[in-house]
C-alpha cells in the first residue's frame, strides 16, 4: 500500500541514549517533515525537507538530527535521549510545501526513561 | 508562536446535535487545510480550501474559507459517534503550521 511507513511503533529509551526513527515514503514525494505531538501543544514541526540533500529546522529542532539521502527516506535521530523528548512522533509527506496535503504515517510512541 | 488558533479546544456533544469548530489566524494563507486524527493514528486530510469564501461540503461536514482567507470554519450535522476525533486545521507559510486541535467526543 502506498503511503508513509514509521518503524518502529512502540519504542522506550534510557536517558542518553541514541536511536534512529525511520520514515519511508512512496509517493516521490519531495516535502517530508517530522512532528511531535503532545497532549495540548498540538502538532510541533521538528525538522523538514524540501527534497533529498536539503533539510532545515522547524519550530522544536533540538536534540534532534534529520539527513535526508534520497527522495523515499527521512530518518530523525535522537541523539542523547532525554525525558523531555518522550513524545509520539509523526513523518508526513507532500507533493510541495502547499500541494496536495500531508499523508501520515501512523505515529512512533516514544517513552524516554 | 502560533500561527492557527482553534476554538474550542474540547468540545463533547450528544449524537445528533450540530457544532462549528473554528480556526482563526492573523495571518493571510494561500489555503487552508483540516484533518481529523483518531487514537493511535496520523492526521488524515479531510478537505483543502483554496479561495477565499470557499465553501466545501463533505456529506455531513462543512468547510468554509473566510474572505479574508485568515480563517476557517468546520460545521458538522447531525453528529455522529464516528465523528469522535482531534480536528486540526493547517495551513503553509515558510514551514507547515497545524492549529491547536480541537478533540470532539460525539455520546451515542
Known amino acids: 500500500n502506498a503511503g508513509v511507513t514509521q518503524t518502529p511503533k512502540f519504542q522506550v529509551l534510557k536517558t542518553g541514549q541514541s536511536m534512529t526513527l525511520q520514515c519511508a515514503q512512496d509517493?516521490?514525494?519531495?516535502?517530508m517533515s517530522w512532528y511531535r505531538q503532545d497532549p495540548g501543544m498540538g502538532l510541533r514541526l521538528i525538522h523538514y525537507?524540501?527534497?533529498?540533500?536539503?533539510?532545515d529546522q522547524g519550530e522544536v529542532p533540538n536534540g534532534y538530527n534529520v539527513s535526508r539521502s534520497t527522495t523515499e527516506d527521512f530518518p530523525l535521530r535522537l541523539l542523547s535521549a532525554a525525558p523531555s523528548q518522550t513524545s509520539v512522533y509523526f513523518c508526513?509527506?507532500?507533493?510541495?510545501?502547499?500541494?496536495?496535503?500531508?499523508?501520515f504515517g501512523s505515529g512512533t510512541r516514544l517513552t524516554v526513561v | 508562536t502560533q500561527l492557527l488558533e482553534q476554538s474550542p479546544q474540547f468540545l463533547s456533544i450528544q449524537e445528533g446535535e450540530n457544532l462549528t469548530v473554528y480556526c482563526n489566524s492573523s495571518?493571510?494563507?494561500?489555503?487552508l487545510q483540516w484533518y481529523r486524527q483518531e487514537p493511535g493514528e496520523g492526521p488524515v486530510l479531510l478537505v483543502t480550501?483554496?479561495?477565499?469564501?470557499e465553501v466545501k461540503k463533505l456529506k455531513r461536514l462543512t468547510f468554509q474559507f473566510g474572505d479574508a482567507r485568515k480563517d476557517s470554519s468546520l460545521h458538522i450535522t447531525a453528529a455522529q459517534p464516528g465523528d469522535t476525533g482531534l480536528y486540526l486545521c493547517?495551513?503553509?507559510?515558510?514551514?507547515?503550521?497545524f492549529g491547536t486541535g480541537t478533540s470532539l467526543t460525539v455520546i451515542p
Open positions: 495571518s493571510v494563507f494561500s489555503s
Open positions: 525537507s524540501v527534497g533529498a540533500g536539503i533539510t
Open positions: 509517493m516521490n514525494h519531495e516535502y
Open positions: 480550501v483554496v479561495t477565499g469564501g
Open positions: 508526513a509527506s507532500s507533493y510541495g510545501l502547499s500541494g496536495g496535503g500531508y499523508t
Open positions: 493547517a495551513g503553509p507559510g515558510n514551514q507547515f503550521y
